[in-house]
């Protein structure tokens, strides 16, 4: 029986992990999510941990708790896939 040995390519899976396309498709599931909520924005970056990778997230900014609350709702529901 033959045995077979996979090497890990470290600096290539890096490259996939920062790269534009992937920045690009984690962004615009970030939109995606952040049209669902009135007044949030979208924040895009190469994270710090795990060797940097790209990071997207959806801020918002409520002016009351019920409107805190009605966002909340309105991303985890798009996070969700409702």
Do not use: C, W
Not at 4 to 13: C, G, L, V
Not at 15 to 33: E, K
């Amino acid at each position: 029986m033959a045995t077979n040995k996979i090497k890990f390519n470290s600096r290539a899976f890096r490259q996939i992990l920062v790269g534009g396309g992937t920045m690009r498709a984690v962004t615009d599931a970030a939109y995606r999510m952040r049209s669902h909520a009135r007044g949030a924005v979208v924040r895009s970056r190469i994270g710090e941990y795990g060797g940097g990778r790209a990071i997207a997230y959806v801020v918002t900014q409520p002016k009351t708790p019920e409107e805190a609350e009605q966002q909340r709702e309105a991303l985890e529901a798009a996070a969700h896939g409702a």
